[in-house]
């Protein structure tokens, strides 16, 4: 990929760039040094956005979700996304979507007993991959996002859930998501050359994501997790942590879901031990920026904003700087 500058020549700027050991121009149409710089930004997207052959939203989607392939964590859900709305917007130009048509969409996927989160992610994985292709023409009309979830386990819940979990792999999944705060994702793609059990840490950043992860590079195995985890590298037979019948485990949603039956609990998600790992942090009175990097925010300011509700200390100074009776003198008729 070339490496554009603005460049100022005979007054006016251009975009310059190295192409084949030549060195090119075009023009941006300002002499502002600012206006400039936005300008070859847009030079630049343009440049190096794919073309799309067909111009359907199909075209569009398929071509974003080509890029991004290497480039996100979770493809996987984004090509999920995209597999329940193609047969609607599919085969449409982008222009042919309209907030009416989006409508149908939603009300169709409500009948299927889809939500409202659900139905916002796929729409808005068809708004990213026009927007991301410049492409302005369609008007989406979408759900509002609906609140964030604010399901965690208390212990005793945790223990029932493991107790739930008779399958040896959704146990494991269990402890790992709570002994490492980790998402769904990295757990199911964590492999045994990452955990380093001499020395009790585990790895869960992979080397293409070094430079672009801002959580911890690696997590330590707290003790309830070490047995577990030695007895399963023990009887491994693949290269994954988590692994079923000789193959690494794709899906852990029905397992779970089973687990979570099993213990007679309700609304809880493998995305819910995360949640829960956090809380459990904040609660014991783990400094912000040791969750933080336990979760990958890229600033303890974000953890704070979610999970500082949950520390022992929480506001403590500020309602003890609103008493003014005195210790005891309420209901006393006072001195």
């Known amino acids: 990929m070339p490496t554009y500058r603005a460049k100022l020549y005979r007054g006016s700027y251009y975009a310059v ?3 084949q050991g030549k060195t090119k121009r075009a023009a941006l149409h300002t002499t502002d040094q600012q206006q400039a710089k936005r300008s070859l930004i847009d030079f630049e997207r343009q440049r190096e956005a794919p073309q799309v052959s067909g111009g359907t939203v ?3 989607v398929q071509t974003y979700l080509t890029y991004k392939a290497s480039r996100v964590r979770d493809i996987v859900r984004l090509r999920g996304a995209w597999a329940n709305a193609e047969p609607m917007f599919g085969y449409l130009r982008p222009d042919q979507i309209t907030p009416e048509l989006c409508e149908q969409y939603a ?9 409202d989160g659900t139905i916002l992610k796929e729409i808005n994985v068809i708004r990213q991959a026009l927007n991301w292709s410049n492409v302005t023409s369609a008007r989406f009309e979408a759900p509002s996002a609906p609140p964030p979830r604010d399901r965690w386990l208390t212990k005793e819940e945790a223990v029932r859930l493991m107790d739930g979990a ?16 980790a998402r769904r994702g990295a757990l199911l793609d964590l492999t045994w050359d990452r955990v380093d059990l001499k020395r009790g840490m585990i790895d869960l950043i992979t080397p293409d994501e070094t430079n672009r992860k801002k959580r911890a590079k690696s997590i330590p195995i707290n003790d309830e997790l070490l047995p577990e985890l030695e ?4 009887a491994a037979q693949t290269d994954y942590v988590i692994e079923y019948g000789g193959e690494k485990v794709l899906n852990i949603k029905k ?5 979570v039956k099993r213990a007679g609990l309700v609304d809880v998600t493998p995305h819910d031990l995360r949640h829960t790992a956090a809380v459990w942090m904040a609660e014991s009175g783990t400094p912000f920026e040791q969750i933080a990097q336990y979760l990958g925010h890229s600033s303890s300011r974000i953890t704070y904003q979610v999970y500082a509700r949950f520390s022992p200390g929480y506001l403590r100074q500020a309602a003890k700087a609103l008493e003014f009776y005195g210790k005891g003198s309420i209901g006393r008729g006072g001195a």
Do not use: C, N, V
Request: aromatic share 10%; glycine share 10%.
């Open 58 to 60: 199909g075209d569009y």
């Open 17 to 19: 760039w190295s192409e």
């Open 166 to 181: 008779i399958q040896p792999h959704i146990k494991l999944y269990i402890l790992l998501a709570l002994a490492t705060a």
């Open 107 to 115: 009300a169709k996927r409500r009948k299927l007993g889809r939500g």
């Open 255 to 259: 397992g779970f879901a089973a687990a």
């Open 231 to 234: 007895a399963a590298a023990a």
